[in-house]
């Protein structure tokens, strides 16, 4: 079994916030605020109180789509979580996939930006992990996530989502510093894998320069064999994604992203079960992002495009039944309910889109269809960072083969 020196997962975490929009306060917000429908064809870009925060997220509902955004009035997002049953766990892609890690019996060391109780009391015990912060800050994220067929109506606004999704929005310093501990290159210098994330909540061009160059350094001391896997995000500042790829893309060996962030990077909407818009699509993003294997996880698939993507079958799978199970169990899954998905059929439209997307692309893609799931309010939070965080393990147990 591997030690945790072996895994190590960055670069950042946090405390969340989560909840579940209802629309009875969200209509009541709407009447108490004002809000037109033509508000939510243009959100506003930047969220700067409340009444920013709920136009935002009503524009998201009405396309039933994901995002996250810096919010400039940290308070609030305390404010709106107030409105709603909430709950507080642990948050950031390498911090849910280290969780998820530690659940699979594959140890892993966490580099984290801020520590506090909360955190120290949700990491489960045993938990590697360091720090650079030098003292413990507390600056909770707003996790919404909304079920499928939410209808808000209020004046003359008539919203109903016509998927389920979820919804990030951020005041935290200690992320948007994002620094790094002297001693991450000594701990890279002995891993087999490595997981880059969390430059998207950076703000400061300056700052998130010197960063990548420090990040750089460190990766040198990566062993050949180690593989390291970069998680895209919406980024604060939509710019700096292209600052970040430039500066790291020769150094990434999978590089991953969500239908979001897909359909961000081409400008359009993408039919995702239809083979020829997903071809194309795969083709002019692996074209802008030239990583050796380029990672799409979606609702309905998983993919890996690349001169190796096959040697990715199984962390493509792994990945997409730990994200369904999560999808359907939330934190609360057993082996048995894994057990059980597993023995699930594939959605027949993923399994036939899978083996049309192989007749146009060759071996150069493997694709994994998702599976046939009808769950009445499933959880949205979290299904990227889970599916990471399977795909990383089945890296490792492969390795140990």
């Known amino acids: 079994m591997a030690d945790a ?38 959100p506003p870009s930047a969220v700067n109180g409340e009444r920013d925060l709920v136009v935002s997220i009503l524009g998201y509902v009405a396309r039933g789509r994901g995002g996250e ?23 950031g892609t390498s911090v849910r996939a280290g969780i998820l890690l530690s659940r699979l019996g594959v140890p892993s060391t966490l580099h984290l930006v ?26 909770p994220h707003l996790i919404v996530q909304y079920h499928q067929g939410l209808r808000i109506r209020a004046g003359d606004v008539d919203v109903t989502a016509p998927f389920p999704n979820r919804l990030i929005y951020v005041n935290d310093p200690a992320n948007s510093a994002m620094r790094l501990t002297d001693d991450l290159g000594d701990r890279l210098g002995r891993a087999d894998v490595f997981l880059i994330s969390g430059f998207n909540a950076m703000r400061d061009e300056a700052e998130l320069d010197r960063r990548l160059a420090e990040l750089r350094a460190h990766m040198r001391r990566l062993p050949p064999r180690a593989v390291t896997y970069f998680e895209d995000a919406a980024y604060h500042e939509p710019a700096f994604s292209r600052r970040v790829r430039d500066a790291l893309l ?92 597993r023995r699930q059929p594939r959605r027949p439209e993923s399994v036939a889109f899978a083996r ?36 990383l393990a089945a890296l490792v147990r492969q390795e140990e083969r």
């Open 250 to 341: 020769d150094a990434i060996d999978v590089y991953g992203l969500n239908e979001d962030e897909l359909q961000s990077y081409l400008g359009r909407p993408v039919d995702l079960l239809s083979p020829d818009q997903v071809a194309d699509a795969l083709t002019a993003v692996h074209a802008l992002i030239p990583a050796p294997t380029l990672v799409l996880h979606t609702k309905y698939w998983a993919a890996a495009l690349g001169d190796d993507a096959r040697r990715y079958a199984d962390a493509l799978d792994t990945g997409t039944l730990l994200a369904a199970t999560r999808y359907a169990h939330g934190d609360d899954f057993t082996d048995a309910d894994v057990d059980r998905l």
């Open 356 to 391: 049309a997307l192989g007749e146009r692309l060759g071996d150069r893609v493997h694709c994994v269809p998702g599976l046939a799931l009808d769950v009445a309010n499933p959880t949205t939070i979290g299904l990227g960072d889970t599916f990471v965080g399977g795909f």
């Open 69 to 91: 955004h810096f919010v400039a009035a940290a308070p609030a997002l305390e404010t709106f979580a107030g409105r709603f049953p909430h709950r507080t766990t642990l948050g």
């Open 5 to 42: 020196s072996r895994v190590v997962l960055g670069l950042g975490g946090c405390v969340d916030e989560e909840l579940t929009l209802t629309a009875d306060v969200l209509e009541r917000l709407v009447t108490d605020y004002g809000i037109a429908a033509a508000e939510l064809a243009a």
């Open 114 to 139: 801020s520590v506090n109780d909360t955190v120290r009391r949700l990491l489960p015990a045993g938990t590697e992990y360091v720090s650079s912060g030098v003292a413990d800050t507390y600056h």
